[in-house]
């Protein structure tokens, strides 16, 4: 390619929005020649190079932004571990059809199931799908909106939580937590209604909500939007933590101490 050619083409693809497609052209070319490749078929590797080196950034930039603890797919959930756990039901879910009619996700159960995994593992997909994620735990999301709140800063710490496309809150009763800090989580889970997906992981059951949010009333309105459309999956097995060691101990159902 001439120095004058290589230069126009820099400059129109950057014009055009096209970055990466002069540093790949070379190489582009090379593999054009070696298999006789024609023009259209030329021009079709270029722009899906362009387009997979793009969505390559982005995934990874919103995998970043995300603030996920780490990237565990579904591929490493080991689905025979937990024989209760309908393996379909997950694999549905994966088709992130929930996140297009901004449902909700509950994955409840014990200490050690997997709720976090299967969690991050939907927001990895839903985010090598385009949309945008942010993971947070229940607690801190408190502390933070209770920060803000107290230097006046709510609605835009609020907007922080509200934007995302998905919004995974971990460890839903963990702590339990005082009237002032329900409400903050009431005021959240309304602005997210039917406007976008939470998913949530807790170790309660919904019937113990009103010790988690230090009000019946409050809970109930809660659950209330978040069952309005929600997909529940009930873990109910083995800490995978313990998997050894249950062996070890016989297999003893008092191991969830540990
Ligand atoms: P939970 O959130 O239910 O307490 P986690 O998702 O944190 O549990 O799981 C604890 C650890 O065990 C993590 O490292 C997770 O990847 C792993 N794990 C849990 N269940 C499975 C499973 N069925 N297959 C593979 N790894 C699992
Ligand atoms: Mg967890």
Request: hydrophobic fraction near 40%.
């Given at each position: 390619m001439s120095e004058l050619v290589t230069a126009r083409l820099r400059s129109t693809t950057t014009e055009l929005g096209l970055p990466h497609?002069?540093?790949s052209l070379e190489h582009l070319?090379?593999?054009a020649d070696a298999s006789k490749m024609g023009y259209f078929d030329f021009l079709d590797l270029a722009l899906s190079e362009e387009l997979a080196i793009r969505d390559d950034r982005r995934f990874h930039t919103g995998l970043r932004l995300s603030r996920l603890p780490h990237h565990k797919t579904l591929d490493a959930y080991d689905f025979s571990f937990q024989?209760?756990?309908?393996p379909r039901k997950v694999r549905d879910l994966a088709t992130l059809s929930f996140v297009e009619t901004k449902t909700n996700v509950a994955l409840l159960g014990p200490p050690g199931v997997g709720k976090t995994?299967?969690?991050?593992?939907l927001a990895v997909a839903a985010c090598r799908a385009g949309f945008t994620i942010y993971f947070t735990s229940l607690d801190d999301m408190v502390r933070q909106l209770k920060e803000a709140d107290a230097i006046g800063r709510?609605?835009?710490?609020?907007?922080?939580?509200q934007r995302p496309d998905v919004?995974?809150?971990?460890?839903v009763g963990y702590l339990p937590l005082d009237r002032d800090e329900g409400n903050l989580v009431f005021q959240l889970i309304s602005k997210r209604y039917e406007r976008g997906s939470v998913i949530?992981?807790?170790?309660?059951?919904f019937g113990e909500w009103g010790q988690v949010f230090g009000d019946e009333v409050l809970a109930t309105a809660i659950l209330d939007r978040l069952l309005h459309h929600c997909e529940v999956v009930s873990i109910n097995g083995n800490s995978y933590r313990l998997k050894n060691k249950l062996f070890a101990i016989g297999g003893g159902g008092d191991a969830a101490t540990a």
């Amino acid at each position: 390619m001439s120095e004058l050619v290589t230069a126009r083409l820099r400059s129109t693809t950057t014009e055009l929005g096209l970055p990466h497609t002069p540093t790949s052209l070379e190489h582009l070319i090379q593999r054009a020649d070696a298999s006789k490749m024609g023009y259209f078929d030329f021009l079709d590797l270029a722009l899906s190079e362009e387009l997979a080196i793009r969505d390559d950034r982005r995934f990874h930039t919103g995998l970043r932004l995300s603030r996920l603890p780490h990237h565990k797919t579904l591929d490493a959930y080991d689905f025979s571990f937990q024989p209760e756990l309908d393996p379909r039901k997950v694999r549905d879910l994966a088709t992130l059809s929930f996140v297009e009619t901004k449902t909700n996700v509950a994955l409840l159960g014990p200490p050690g199931v997997g709720k976090t995994h299967i969690a991050v593992g939907l927001a990895v997909a839903a985010c090598r799908a385009g949309f945008t994620i942010y993971f947070t735990s229940l607690d801190d999301m408190v502390r933070q909106l209770k920060e803000a709140d107290a230097i006046g800063r709510l609605p835009s710490e609020m907007r922080l939580y509200q934007r995302p496309d998905v919004l995974v809150v971990d460890e839903v009763g963990y702590l339990p937590l005082d009237r002032d800090e329900g409400n903050l989580v009431f005021q959240l889970i309304s602005k997210r209604y039917e406007r976008g997906s939470v998913i949530l992981t807790s170790n309660k059951t919904f019937g113990e909500w009103g010790q988690v949010f230090g009000d019946e009333v409050l809970a109930t309105a809660i659950l209330d939007r978040l069952l309005h459309h929600c997909e529940v999956v009930s873990i109910n097995g083995n800490s995978y933590r313990l998997k050894n060691k249950l062996f070890a101990i016989g297999g003893g159902g008092d191991a969830a101490t540990a």
